[in-house]
């Protein structure tokens, strides 16, 4: 039975426990002559916990140990050659074992019968790939015994899971409703249950946290143990070859510098624009506008944060880079008489502004929140001594909302520097370390986006450095935040 | 007040003493300037704005019609084979020549000779290679037309669709513009016989991925969206209120729940693109989920929305005042009865408004679905969650690629198409929002 069949089952049994536990719980009420303790929807719930909830935890623990037991039996098998030789090949001649297993329950009966531990690799391949199922090339015919054992075992393992987790089902509900008696505490214990869950959904936060953590520190750490740290961190030229897996060819120079610097330079450009705009904007909303232009003006600068960053991408690409491009063209015609244009179409500069439009808002709206949270006393204060409303601007509340202020413009370099599609797309590949703005230069996520789209295997330094990459991204952004967050904290309670 | 009248009468205008000079006219200039600077940033900020919508939208709106030709199709037996034939054994039918038909069709419809062969491949170069189908689906439903002639609007080719809309400059010379001038007289000829138009393209909604512009749609795209909006709804709405009811009523102010909330806080503001690489290295790698599914999208951008739908749905929790959880404890209601049988109704349409907010941004995002592998070339809709499907917007990353210029067009159609579905979505959480938001 599939996974998802036997959690289908263990939930009808629930449902079916409840039911019954339901009438069971109505039929004991009258005769009993106590009063019961919770009423019978809890008797109802608890029984559908006992049925559902420890065989579900047993299906999980099931899942993720079963593949790892067998593993660690079919490699104890390897033939003492395979054993010597590297970790890698090792997990390799695993990989084909597992698909090869994997393959064998694919097949129909009659095809299956045929395969024997003394059937050669290439025959069997065969009849795997008339199946549409390809097998590599480094099969050796040591490995059929042991596909077929991998099939055997998962089959039994299978088999073992569904009679046992389903009996659990089963179990759970029959002892659930044999408990149900008029002093059961039932909603006590459902609502136990109804916390823990709650506490477990909270925990996701964490760990999705943990889990991006680690997923990238085993990855960035196996590229550190390919190419030194320090050849990634210092180097300043970007070139990784392609090359096969487990290959020793030179793997390419993996300098990091040329992507920081591009990152850091658009996002410069992107918040030169953007922040003096969007300061602007939230002052006039909050110390000028009435009510009305506030109530128009505001959503519609908003409507630029809600637009897809995709969309940005592709306005950069067949407007902003090409009218950059022609406009220099004319420039230079107008100054030189050549009409050579000296911007490129993916330039610095159009990734720059391009990204300024989407950042305005949150400027703005960032802005705007903590110049309203500054204390309506100051601006009084301020005015009636006499100050314009200006004045009072610069130097009274822009100071008191300066921690604020800062802590915006941190979080909005975090979501500069964290920004993809538009660089992707307005940016350029070419990794140059120049300082002309008119010149492409490309980016930590450009690159990463490079390096893991279309075809990759797991174990070349060109994947992993993937993960170097989002890894240095991650921490680099993680501290803008949290620096930003810890300053909006402080802030936040001075003025409570 | 009479005092200063009086002084004001006593001293004549030669002997008043000048002002002191407190710089009032300069700072009013600099409150002026002060001001105006806000206004341009207003203008500038809505400007671009006006500026992006108003470069996509000419750019795209004319995605939505393409140009179709009718042209007499006779389905020979010589091409097709018989009916009987047919019933036997489908592979002729499968294989038969269908742009054969067309072209042929064509040529009579505008009187060229059959030997002219330089004629015939210019007016085989108006329609598009995509009527293959069409033709094949035509005989294949209904085997009876074999033999009969009929009129049939066939997709005009990319290049005419171009031209029929204006996008080529016609005036450059033949061999520098993709249509030429023998073309260009056809199309004349097709107009004057009423046998050109341009129609609503309701391929771009329907069709999947295909090289050929005119024939390459949204559908399994729309499809994808759809799966992966469905996983987020189902996953990160109980997730996040779960979590946001724990965090707002019961939690104790511990550590851990300090821990959570930094944690919730700066998963909001983590890149996307590290969302994918978790996608890539937990569920694909480590869960051996397949890649390009719907599934492992759908759980990725769980993960991004969760923190969204947190924050909105603690905002909405806090917003119901205590004294209707007073009410309930004090009528012996437990803490979780009177969470989730009186407090939780009331926030519901604050909760919702945030969902549906939280869904909007997830939908409009592609850093994480390009490294998952969703930037697939996929023809045939899925079916179930497990196969492979692009997303909206991955739709729109691979056709921004593509160079030829009617792509550009269909771009920017369907940057229409996900922004009219995002516009949507604000709108109904606005109208939730101001509809059933209570001030207490």
Request: net charge neutral; hydrophobic share 50%; aromatic share 8%.
């Amino acid at each position: 039975m599939s996974t998802f069949t036997i959690i289908l089952v263990v939930l009808a049994i629930g449902l079916a426990g409840a039911f019954l536990g339901y009438r069971h719980s109505r039929a004991l009420q009258a005769p009993a002559g106590v009063k019961p303790h919770s009423r019978p929807v809890y008797h109802a719930s608890y029984v559908a916990s006992w049925a559902i909830i420890p065989s579900l935890l047993l299906l999980a623990v099931w899942l993720i140990a079963s593949p790892i037991v067998i593993e660690s039996q079919v490699r104890g098998s390897f033939p003492e050659g395979v054993l010597a030789e590297s970790q890698l090949t090792e997990d390799l001649a695993y990989g084909i074992v597992e698909s090869l297993g994997n393959g064998l329950s694919v097949l129909p009966d009659d095809e299956r019968a045929t395969v024997t531990d003394e059937m050669p690799v290439k025959d069997l391949a065969a009849l795997l790939r008339n199946r549409g199922l390809p097998v590599a090339s480094a099969s050796a015919d040591w490995m059929v015994p042991l596909a077929l054992d991998i099939d055997t075992m998962q089959f039994w393992s299978r088999l073992a899971m569904t009679v046992v987790v389903i009996a659990l089902a089963l179990a759970g509900a029959y002892w659930g409703y044999r408990q149900i008696a008029p002093r059961l505490r039932a909603r006590n214990k459902v609502e136990g249950v109804v916390k823990g869950a709650l506490i477990a959904a909270s925990s996701i936060a964490i760990m999705t946290t943990i889990g991006i953590v680690f997923s990238m520190l085993f990855e960035t750490i196996d590229f550190f143990s390919r190419i030194s740290p320090a050849e990634f961190f210092f180097g300043t030229v970007w070139e990784p070859r392609f090359s096969a897996a487990g290959s020793t060819g030179n793997a390419g120079s993996f300098g990091f510098i040329p992507l920081l610097a591009g990152t850091l330079y658009i996002s410069a450009v992107a918040m030169l624009i953007a922040v003096p705009i969007g300061l602007f904007a939230a002052i006039y909303m909050a110390e000028y506008a009435d009510n009305r232009t506030r109530s128009v003006v505001k959503p519609l600068l908003e409507v630029l944060a809600g637009i897809p960053t995709i969309v940005y991408g592709f306005f950069a690409l067949v407007t902003v880079g090409p009218f950059l491009r022609d406009l220099s063209a004319q420039i230079s015609g107008i100054v030189t008489g050549d009409y050579a244009s000296f911007i490129q179409a993916q330039s610095v500069l159009t990734a720059g502004l391009v990204m300024a439009i989407m950042l305005i808002p949150f400027v703005s709206s960032l802005s705007d929140d903590i110049i309203t949270s500054v204390p309506q006393s100051l601006r009084d204060g301020s005015l009636g001594l006499g100050a314009t409303r200006s004045e009072t601007v610069k130097r009274v509340i822009l100071p008191a909302a300066l921690p604020g202020i800062v802590s915006a413009l941190l979080l909005t370099a975090s979501r500069a520097i964290g920004e993809t599609m538009i660089v992707v797309l307005a940016a350029g590949v070419a990794a140059n370390l120049t300082i002309n703005p008119f010149d492409a230069m490309t980016t930590i996520t450009v690159k990463i986006v490079a390096q893991l789209t279309g075809d990759l295997e797991f174990n070349s330094p060109q994947t992993l450095v993937a993960f170097a990459l989002g890894m240095t991204l991650f921490v680099i952004t993680l501290c803008l935040n949290v620096y930003a967050l810890y300053i909006v904290r402080k802030y936040k309670e001075q003025y409570e | 007040m009479s005092d200063a009248t009086a002084n004001g009468i006593a001293a004549t205008a030669a002997e008043r003493k000048p002002r002191r000079d407190i710089g009032i006219g300069r700072r009013y200039a600099a409150e002026r300037r002060f001001k105006a600077y806000g206004i341009i940033a207003i203008a500038i900020g809505l400007a671009f704005l006006v500026m992006l919508l108003t470069s996509i939208i000419s750019k795209g709106y004319t995605a939505f019609w393409q140009t179709e030709i009718k042209v007499p199709i006779t389905f020979t037996e010589k091409v097709l084979g018989t009916p009987e034939q047919a019933v036997k054994s489908q592979t002729k039918l499968l294989m038969a020549n269908y742009p054969q038909l067309a072209r042929d069709g064509l040529v009579q419809l505008l009187g060229i000779s059959a030997d002219d062969k330089k004629a015939v491949s210019a007016a085989n170069g108006l329609i598009s290679s995509g009527t293959r189908v069409t033709l094949r689906d035509m005989v294949m439903n209904d085997l009876s037309i074999i033999g009969t002639t009929e009129d049939v609007w066939l997709y005009a080719s990319s290049e005419l669709d171009s031209a029929m809309k204006g996008q080529y400059d016609l005036s450059v010379p033949e061999n520098r513009r993709p249509i030429s001038d023998l073309q260009l007289e056809y199309i004349d000829k097709l107009k004057s016989q009423g046998a050109i138009e341009e129609r609503f393209n309701w391929g771009l909604f329907t069709f999947g991925a295909s090289s050929r512009a005119e024939t390459a749609g949204l559908g399994v795209a729309i499809i994808g969206s759809f799966y992966m909006m469905l996983i987020v709804l189902a996953l990160a709405l109980p997730i996040g209120v779960a979590a946001s009811i724990y965090l707002e009523e019961f939690a104790p102010k511990n550590k851990f729940t300090d821990l959570i909330e930094v944690n919730i806080n700066n998963l909001a503001a983590v890149p996307s693109i590290v969302f994918g690489l978790l996608g890539l290295a937990v569920f694909i790698n480590w869960f051996g989920l397949p890649r390009s599914a719907p599934l492992v999208g759908g759980l990725v951008l769980t993960l991004m929305t969760l923190p969204t739908i947190i924050i909105a749905t603690r905002a909405a929790l806090r917003a119901v005042p205590p004294s209707i959880r007073w009410a309930a404890l004090g009528l012996g209601a437990s803490r979780t009865q009177t969470i989730f049988h009186h407090v939780l109704p009331l926030a519901a349409p604050g909760i919702l408004t945030g969902t549906i907010i939280g869904l909007a941004q997830a939908l409009g995002e592609t850093a994480p679905l390009l490294l998952i592998g969703m930037v697939a070339f996929v023809a045939d809709y899925p079916a179930t969650p497990m196969e492979p499907a692009t997303a909206l917007p991955v739709q729109i990353y691979m056709w921004a690629n593509e160079a030829e210029r009617a792509f550009v067009e269909r771009t920017s159609g369907a940057i229409i198409i996900l922004l009219a579905f995002l516009a949507i979505m604000n709108l109904t959480a606005i109208f939730l929002r101001r509809r059933f938001e209570r001030r207490w």
